[in-house]
């Protein structure tokens, strides 16, 4: 046999043979260091610059808690909870905006009623505020007289406001937590039931009636103390002093007094040991002109036309003798019939009574009759 041959060239690459099955899993490798922290996803709300539109004086902001604020000086802020409803820059139909348990209704359907407390406004009013438990508090402010035109200027007629401190004086006084209406001329006391029984400082309405009662100890006002002007005749030089006690310096039940153009009511202890006198006080810094005439339980007084009270002093007559029997078993009272020179007229009475021991009692009424 002969030698091997010499190996041939190797022959063309054959076709890849089938895909063999996949191998195990191998084991899971080893937790990667952690990474850096990411940043706090957006919210929608509090991730939005606080001032979304800044320009011109006006912003546009978006609070924390979801509130939309627009600002020009003054603000208007929307509560990211509420629906809001816009049409060319008004309310479109009949509105309710609700915050927790407050509620505030609109009206827009061609009747112009706002309702507050109420998503149905009385159909009868502009403005109806509903609650069971809270009143109307109205704008207060500090008036400087009935005639005031500097703390409101240019009231309107119908204007109501509620005085806080009394001021002024005379007729021209204004009382402390008053309500007041403006009627193009002055400020007018709004009298309810309450101010016909009382008294005050204000200007009688025609017709109106004011009463007081003055609670003063017994034994106190029959020891006379002090000094007081007092008009010894109608004439305004007739000006002496005593030391005679009045009911209002004394009395202890916090009266309201009645004035009339500026006279105050009151009464004065007599020149006759324990009785009393009807007397007028001038409040005003002018002396006060009227006429006076009365009848009386005991006198008359007949001579009273064109008396003058000086300023602080007490008046001269209203009784006919100036004394009151005023003891536990005797009580006196007088009809004065007073006018002045504005034309305006008075029905005044006073009535005087004591239970010999403890206190005196007096009593005043007053009515405009013109």
């Known amino acids: 046999t002969g030698a091997t041959g010499a190996t041939g060239a190797t022959g063309a690459t054959g076709a890849t043979g089938a895909t063999g099955a996949t191998g195990a899993t191998g084991a899971t490798g080893a937790t990667g260091a952690t990474g850096p922290a990411g940043t706090t996803s957006w919210d929608g ?14 912003t546009l902001s978006l609070g924390t808690d979801g509130t939309l604020s627009i600002s020009d000086g ?111 001329e002055e400020w007018n006391r709004i009298v309810t039931s309450k101010d016909s029984l009382t008294g005050g400082t204000n200007p009688f309405e025609i017709g109106e009636i004011r009463s007081c009662m003055m609670v003063v100890p017994y034994a106190t006002f029959r020891a006379n103390s002090g000094s007081r002007r007092l008009m010894s005749g109608k004439a305004v030089g007739n000006v002496t002093t005593t030391n005679r006690q009045v009911a209002s310096e004394l009395a202890t039940n916090n009266p309201d007094y009645v004035y009339i153009n500026g006279l105050r009511l009151d009464f004065m202890e007599s020149t006759t040991n324990g009785n009393t006198s009807p007397k007028f006080y001038n409040t005003t810094s002018d002396s006060i002109s009227f006429s006076i005439s009365s009848l009386s339980t005991n006198n008359a007084y007949i001579t009273g036309a064109n008396t003058v009270i000086a300023t602080d002093a007490y008046s001269y007559r209203i009784d006919g003798n100036d004394d009151f029997s005023t003891t536990a078993t005797y009580a006196e009272y007088v009809n004065a019939m007073v006018t002045f020179p504005n034309g305006e007229w008075y029905n005044c009475t006073f009535h005087a009574t004591t239970d010999g021991s403890n206190y005196y009692y007096f009593f005043v009424t007053a009515q405009r009759l013109n």
């Open 45 to 58: 709300l509090t991730d939005v610059p606080t001032n979304l539109l800044d320009g011109d004086n006006q």
């Open 74 to 184: 003054n603000s208007v802020i929307l509560p990211g909870a509420s629906n809001i409803y816009v049409a060319d820059g008004t309310l479109t139909g009949d509105r309710v905006v609700t915050q927790d348990s407050n509620t505030l209704s609109f009206s827009t359907s061609g009747t112009g009623r706002v309702g507050i407390g109420t998503t149905t406004p009385d159909a009868s009013a502009i403005l109806d505020l509903t609650d069971s438990n809270k009143g109307f508090l109205p704008p207060r402010v500090q008036l400087t007289s009935n005639v005031d035109t500097v703390t409101i200027p240019s009231p309107a007629t119908g204007l109501i406001v509620h005085n806080i401190e009394a001021a002024g004086s005379g007729a021209a006084a204004v009382d402390a937590n008053t309500m007041y209406m403006w009627d193009g």
